[in-house]
């Protein structure tokens, strides 16, 4: 870490590729009902998420992109029998994701990126410049209709058509900053973070249950994706995409 940490402030120019190319770390247990609690609020800043839930990956790629692994503990909670304390001792709305930090929890995701990203040391993922600064809120107001033209356009006769206009709002976004692949240009950003676990599970959907790849004919979303996949902070994040597909079968679409 110190050797990390030495190269980083000593190549500034450099500095975001090297902190994204993260130390591996080995996946920590989900817990259930029968496992030992952890010890809330004794000083460590754990953050409560689940492998699965794409806002609580908001946070997590958050985490890592910002080299915080041996800072904020991750603790995956398993959403399908979750453990009494963690509503009752941690966050009553007994979701994740949420951030136990300095004796409070944060929860909601946006509000968890932007709060993780001004009180933790790394490379600030919030712009500085005001253009910028609005555009990040353009894109994270439309995330959420994003997210939902997917599920309904998945619901209709033609998921691929319907869906089109979604991808093409990224695809027109991300020609705002020329200067790189990113949304805000050439460094990853929270707008890159809030719809990650998104493209990724949406291209994932796409591509292997509909044999469509979401990139084709949309170059700048191509580059994104590029982009994102060279950073190691962001990959080792990436979620089962077959439990991501068995559950929109089963639970959105009534398939079995
Ligand atoms: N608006 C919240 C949504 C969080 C959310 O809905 N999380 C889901 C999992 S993906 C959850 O914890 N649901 C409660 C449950 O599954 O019991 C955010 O952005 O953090």
Redesign the pocket.
């Known amino acids: 870490m110190k050797a990390f940490n030495l190269l980083r402030h000593s190549v500034p120019k450099l500095r975001g590729t090297l902190f994204y190319r993260s130390v591996p770390e080995v996946r920590p247990p989900v817990l259930s009902p029968t496992s030992d609690p952890p010890a809330v609020f004794d000083g460590t800043t754990r953050l409560y998420m689940?492998y699965t839930?794409?806002?609580?990956h908001r946070a997590w790629i958050t985490r890592n992109v910002k080299g915080l692994k041996e800072t904020i503990k991750l603790v995956p909670i398993d959403?399908n029998n979750?453990p009494a304390w963690y509503k009752e001792k941690v966050y009553p709305d007994?979701?994740?994701?949420a951030l136990e930090h300095n004796g409070k929890v944060i929860?909601?995701?946006?509000d968890l990126v932007k709060y993780i990203d001004k009180n933790f040391d790394g490379p600030a993922l919030l712009p500085v410049d005001p253009e910028k600064q609005e555009f990040t809120e353009e894109l994270i107001q439309y995330s959420d209709t994003f997210m939902k033209a997917v599920y309904t356009a998945w619901k209709g006769a033609d998921p691929i058509t319907e869906a089109g206009s979604a991808f093409d709002h990224l695809e027109t976004a991300l020609q705002k900053f020329a200067d790189g692949p990113f949304f805000l240009g050439e460094s990853i950003s929270v707008a890159d973070i809030v719809y990650a676990p998104f493209i990724e599970r949406f291209r994932g959907y796409f591509g292997n249950e509909l044999k469509y790849e979401i990139t084709s004919g949309r170059p700048n979303l191509a580059a994104w994706v590029e982009a994102m996949e060279k950073i190691d902070a962001y990959t080792e994040t990436k979620c089962d995409i077959d439990v991501f597909i068995q559950l929109i079968n089963a639970h959105v679409l009534g398939k079995k």
């Open positions: 689940s839930c794409p806002f609580a959403l979750k007994n979701k994740v994701p929860g909601e995701s946006i």
